[in-house]
């Protein structure tokens, strides 16, 4: 029988070529599905939402389409994430198989290991069924703006800029960054849901008239819903109390409500134009 000289060299490079092969197949089943994903994310962005709400001026958005899609952007990172492990472990078992690694029983193994592990890991445990939780019930999403704390105390305030099932990443305002433990949140404070509170306080000196203040006030916003750039993100009638009366002057507290993420504008805006609107009428700031 002849000899094929060229068996050893094809042999050789066999080995080489089906670990290649599988590295390239994951690849591209890693990158199919996250088109799947992304594809599925854009159709259902252009979903139509709701709006509910009495009046024209004072529907309150809910479903608003900024919020569905920071939340689309969120599992759609998380699901990115997941295909990338789950078909990653998948190959690389396939080349250990291949290189002639017995994979049942490293299997069953790291299936000892892992219950060994949990209880040493049970930190890491918390922030995965923490960070769960926090997608399914939409606490926050990719670009709100929230204050993350513990008891008592608050870690960081910021805009978020990723979540994972582990770590939430948010960007203060001063531009650091910061990287917070899903497991170690117990409290958080969203500015970016449903609708937010624009608030201004004024101190005006103790003889004067309250009715008249209150009255500027009003206009004042009037004038400012009646404006293109703020007449989307204010959503309610204003509120003007008295706050506080003392020796010193009455604080007067004016509050609306506003579209997530618009209260900062509108109240400085409101700041801004009340201090020219009381010179006008004679009110006197203290």
């Not at 490079?13 to 599988?22: D, G, K, M, T």
């Not at 001026?57 to 689309?72: F, S, T, Y």
């Amino acid at each position: 029988m002849p000899i094929d000289a060229d068996a050893p060299v094809a042999q050789a490079f066999a080995l080489p070529l089906r670990i290649a092969i599988i590295a390239l197949v994951a690849v591209a089943v890693t990158l199919l599905l996250r088109f799947v994903v992304s594809r599925v994310i854009r159709r259902l962005s252009r979903i139509p939402t709701k709006q509910f709400g009495a009046g024209e001026n004072a529907k309150i958005v809910l479903g608003d389409p900024n919020r569905v899609g920071q939340r689309l952007q969120t599992f759609q990172s998380v699901l990115n994430s997941t295909i990338a492990i789950v078909v990653g472990s998948v190959a690389v078992l396939m080349i250990l198989s291949e290189v002639g690694v017995q994979v049942a029983p490293l299997l069953a193994s790291a299936g000892v290991v892992g219950v060994a592990l949990a209880f040493g890991a049970q930190s890491l445990v918390r922030d995965v069924i923490s960070g769960v939780f926090m997608l399914v019930e939409d606490q926050y999403g990719v670009g709100d703006w929230v204050e993350l704390g513990a008891t008592g105390t608050v870690m960081a305030a910021g805009t978020v800029e990723r979540v994972a099932l582990r770590i939430t990443t948010i960007r203060d305002d001063d531009g650091r960054v910061w990287h917070i433990r899903n497991g170690e949140i117990m409290r958080v404070a969203n500015e970016s849901q449903g609708w937010s509170h624009a608030v201004a306080q004024v101190q005006v000196q103790p003889r004067t008239e309250i009715t008249a203040a209150r009255d500027v006030m009003l206009s004042v916003t009037e004038l400012l819903r009646s404006e293109e750039p703020y007449r989307d993100a204010i959503l309610d009638d204003p509120e003007v109390r008295v706050e506080e009366i003392s020796g010193a002057g009455i604080t007067l507290r004016w509050s609306v409500r506003t579209r997530p993420g618009q209260q900062w504008r509108v109240a400085s805006a409101m700041r801004r134009r009340l201090t020219t609107a009381f010179a006008e009428h004679g009110i006197e700031l203290v």
